[in-house]
């Protein structure tokens, strides 16, 4: 057994992450180009209901036409050779970014773009929305005329350019930020001393300001939609909380009901739109990261690329962050409103059941004292019939010639026999209330 293989056998148990985890650092690495090199880009964003593995199943379909082998289906980027071009392909959160390399390019580095040697019918029906899409020329510095006016009245349909030199002048790179009558933009980059992986690294950034500019502006429409939407709720939670402060308990329940319909249709909203505006401020960064990185240094006449976003792209995103602070501000405020009014709503109710109880226990005590008067009378009508009955056998027994005094005997039975239906009425009283306590 080596050395290597003895230390190996004493490590602790590798957590099951480790290896992807430590390959993360090294995911979608740049491309080493040497110019002339043609660079076409497409950012295809996912649809709902585009399956996840839409994507993977396209470059398996492209692989196989080529006889090349497949990329394993968890795979989040992949990278051949084609033959006749050079494919890269990277699976993000929302969106899988195709790039295709052709090398060789001549001074008009866009008339015969990278994406012309892919298969036609394959580009169309790739799965999702392009929401981005760039041709890129990497040329020599020697290649092309470097005077800004040159050549954006050449390459860029005399549009005002967005430049900037790059890595401490070993590179020039030039834009627009257009969409041209192809559907795609255009990116220059002159190579005056770079390294292939520099140039590579250089042009993987410069498209990635590109596509993920466009996705973070993604948020913008619906942040300018939400404006109106949350000044009306604005002034509905106004009128609510000013009927608060001057309405009676009876409109508390309806202006419960339409607090709870506010409160629902805000947190509907901000359940929806919160992805989008955190995705937009993620790649707002990513942005203005892959810019920093380009070390630029500025050309006469020319915005650089850090200007153009700082300018356009910023007053944007202020947009977003203002809209979505707006809405959480608002959804807090609907339910401090909503607690508020619910806690006034249990007081008037706490009230109300006191008026009740207090009600109930009236009743209580009247029909307590109700029932005293009709036991009391009961009684008297009782004792009134047993005496009456009671006569009635003394009358007889005298008629039957036995001396009676019947007059002294029914006067001394009324008190006995009104103490006796007393007892027996208040026993059979208590023996009610038992069982009802009881439950039985």
Request: neutral net charge.
């Amino acid at each position: 057994m080596t050395g290597a293989q003895q230390g190996a056998a004493t490590l602790p148990p590798q957590h099951g992450l480790r290896s992807e985890l430590n390959d993360e650092v090294h995911a979608r690495p740049p491309e080493a180009l040497v110019p002339p090199v043609r660079i076409s880009q497409l950012a295809m964003l996912q649809k709902e209901s585009t399956p996840r593995d839409a994507a993977w199943e396209a470059l398996c379909d492209l692989a196989r036409r080529h006889g090349i082998p497949e990329p394993l289906r968890e795979a989040r980027h992949f990278s051949a050779d084609f033959g006749a071009f050079r494919l890269k392909w990277e699976r993000h959160t929302e969106f899988s970014r195709y790039t295709a390399i052709v090398p060789g390019a001549g001074a008009d580095g866009f008339a015969s773009p990278a994406l012309a040697a892919l298969p036609a019918d394959w580009v169309a029906s790739l799965p999702g929305e392009m929401i981005a899409a760039t041709h890129a020329a990497l040329l020599p510095m020697s290649a092309v005329d470097a005077d800004p006016a040159e050549i954006a009245a050449r390459l860029f349909d005399g549009n005002q350019l967005i430049g900037a030199r790059l890595f401490a002048e070993r590179g020039l790179a030039l834009t627009d930020f257009r969409i041209h009558a192809d559907g795609f933009g255009r990116t220059l980059i002159l190579d005056r001393a770079m390294t292939p992986w520099q140039a590579g690294r250089i042009v993987q950034q410069l498209l990635e300001v590109d596509s993920y500019r466009i996705l973070a502006l993604l948020a913008l429409p619906i942040a300018r939609a939400l404006v109106p939407v949350l000044a009306a709720n604005e002034r509905d939670l106004a009128e609510i909380t000013a009927a608060m402060v001057q309405g009676d308990s009876a409109d508390e329940p309806e202006l419960l009901a339409k607090l709870t319909r506010l409160a629902a249709e805000t947190e509907n909203r901000e359940a929806r739109d919160r992805y989008r505006f955190d995705a937009a401020a993620a790649y707002h960064t990513l942005v203005r990261t892959r810019i920093e990185d380009l070390r630029e240094d500025r050309i006469e006449g020319l915005q650089t690329f850090r200007e153009f976003t700082e300018r356009r792209l910023a007053p944007a995103m202020s947009t977003c962050r203002a809209v979505a602070i707006r809405q959480e501000q608002l959804a807090a405020r609907i339910a401090r409103a909503t607690r508020l009014l619910s806690t006034q709503v249990d007081l008037t109710r706490q009230q109300q059941n006191q008026a009740l109880l207090g009600s109930v226990d009236r009743s209580a005590r009247m029909q307590l004292r109700l029932q005293q008067t009709v036991e009391g009378l009961s009684v008297a009508a009782i004792t009134y019939y047993l005496v009456g009955m009671l006569a009635y056998v003394l009358r007889g027994v005298g008629v039957a010639g036995v001396p009676v005094p019947y007059e002294v005997m029914v006067a001394a039975s009324v008190p006995i026999i009104a103490l006796m239906v007393y007892l027996g009425t208040r026993r059979l009283r208590r023996a009610a209330t038992h069982e009802a306590e009881s439950g039985t």
